[in-house]
């Protein structure tokens, strides 16, 4: 099940900015190796868990291995996910629903109304798109498939 996490620094893997103290979405079935660091942790990261030769980063976290373990016992109550996306991630246009797999999101940062969303596609290919949601309706349509949650 995706959960979002609190991260402060990332070593190697996607292209990817993070800003320390900042809020994102991760998909814990793509942690490899965690250890305590402090209060929090530390752990590996695959971007494409099927292969362990993908690319990966270590993530540094406020959460704790056993909050990331117990996100990770939890199950997805729907195998899709439905997202407003905006094409070619233009936000003038109108966006525009797309059905994907919730193991295939791989990430997601928020950015100024609306959120950016890397996905797996196999063979070490990712995917971003942007989306029409916040990084809380993102969790609320992989968990129950709906969402009274908007960007205001």
């Known amino acids: 099940m995706l959960t979002k996490v609190v991260l402060s620094s990332k070593v190697g893997g996607l292209h990817v ?5 900042d809020s994102y979405i991760i998909n ?4 490899k190796d965690a250890y305590v660091s402090g209060t929090g942790s530390v752990f590996k990261y695959m971007f494409d868990p099927e292969s362990d030769k993908g690319e990966y980063c270590f993530f540094t976290s406020t959460e704790s291995v056993a909050s990331l373990v117990s996100a990770s016992d939890d199950a997805a109550n729907s195998s899709f996910v439905a997202l407003n996306v905006f094409e070619d991630g233009d936000t003038s246009d109108v ?3 797309h059905y994907y797999r919730v193991e295939d999101i791989a990430f997601a940062a928020a ?9 797996s596609q196999g063979g070490n290919r990712m995917k971003k798109i942007l989306v029409y ?9 992989a ?3 709906t969402t ?3 960007l205001s």
Do not use: K
């Not at 814990?28 to 942690?31: C, G, L, S, T, Y």
């Not at 949601?133 to 349509?141: C, E, K, M, Q, V």
């Open 17 to 21: 900015e993070i800003t320390d103290g």
């Open 28 to 31: 814990p079935n793509r942690i």
């Open 95 to 97: 966006p525009v629903f």
């Open 111 to 119: 950015s100024t109304n609306s959120s950016w969303v890397w996905l």
């Open 133 to 141: 949601h916040d990084l809380d309706a993102i969790l609320n349509l």
């Open 143 to 145: 968990d129950t498939g």
């Open 148 to 150: 009274t949650q908007w």
